[in-house]
């Protein structure tokens, strides 16, 4: 089922696209025809929405945007809809990942884990919402993670903020339903910088080397390879798109295998 032009017309927002999985996630939507709102706290922001609008011929506005911030959220929202008179779609994909043991675990790390990845997230939904129920159409998809359906080593405060993340998504879905849907996608590893810069990260507290860490994670993945940023678009914009339209409140793995439940 080819997705292309299912979008045209309609206006989608991603959330940290300046690079890695919202970037592709962006591009994605353009070449399904929507037009695009990127943002992201990065610079390299304006750099992506150029590069994206040339590369597929579509309107991309960039905003510069901190997901934490309640404020942020209102002006991107408000500035989506004074560009484009809509938005039809959101995806909250901003997010990033701290590596401590649970005990060594600084304020600043839960702290600010906490408040990009599921504060952003509620401060968007909650600013997103009232024009998607007044327009009595739009979805929301989330992007979660396997480490919010169960617990792991040197993660707390991203598993606790992932777990958040698939809690928020059912209490929406079940409050803007039956015009508005809330899904949210849970993705294993990806090939991206953040994934990179884990690696050395959790090198540094084990001192494991950075292939010992990369097979490791490799091994837990019964379709035997990492995802890619495109595995995961193609299921975010499939939640996005009418094909899903019976489907709310899910968290779907994009784990290769490694979580089933
Ligand atoms: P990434 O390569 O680090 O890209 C994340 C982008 O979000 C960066 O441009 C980053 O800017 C931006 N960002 C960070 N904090 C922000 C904030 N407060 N407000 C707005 N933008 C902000 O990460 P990724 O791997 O693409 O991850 C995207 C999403 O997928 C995240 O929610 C992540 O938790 C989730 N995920 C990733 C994996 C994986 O293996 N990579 C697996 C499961 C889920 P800076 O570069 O300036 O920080």
């Known amino acids: 089922m080819s997705l292309e032009g299912d979008f045209a017309g309609q206006t989608a927002l991603v959330t940290g696209a300046a690079r ?20 992201d706290i990065n610079d390299a922001v304006e750099a992506t929405a150029a590069e994206l609008g040339s590369e597929t011929g579509g309107e991309v506005l960039a905003l510069r945007a901190d997901v934490s911030s309640a404020a942020d959220a209102a002006r ?11 938005l039809d779609h959101l995806v909250n994909n901003a997010g990033i990942a ?3 043991r649970f005990v060594d675990t600084p304020d600043e790390d839960w702290d600010r884990t906490i408040a990009v990845n599921l504060t952003g997230v509620f401060n968007f939904m909650r600013a997103a919402l009232p024009t998607m129920i007044a327009q009595r159409r739009g979805s929301v998809v989330n992007i979660a993670s396997q480490a919010g359906k169960r617990g792991g080593e040197l993660a707390a405060p ?4 992932k777990a958040g993340v698939i809690s928020l998504t059912q209490s929406a879905a079940l409050e803007v339903a039956p015009d508005v849907r809330v899904n949210c996608v849970c993705p294993g590893f990806i090939n ?38 495109e595995d995961v678009a193609k299921v975010v914009l499939f939640l996005a798109s009418d094909a899903a339209g019976q489907t709310t409140g899910e968290a779907l793995n994009v784990s290769g295998g490694m979580v089933m439940d």
């Open 98 to 100: 701290r590596v401590a």
């Open 20 to 39: 890695g999985l919202g970037r592709g996630i962006a591009r994605a939507f353009l070449e399904a025809g929507a037009n695009l709102v990127v943002c």
């Open 192 to 229: 991206t910088e953040l994934q990179e810069d884990e690696y050395d990260a959790v090198s540094a507290i084990t001192g494991e080397d950075r292939e010992q860490i990369k097979a490791g994670w490799m091994a837990a993945m019964p379709l035997g390879r990492f995802q890619e940023v």
């Open 76 to 86: 991107v929202i408000d500035a989506t809809k004074e560009r484009f008179g809509s």
């Open 158 to 161: 991203y598993c606790a903020s």
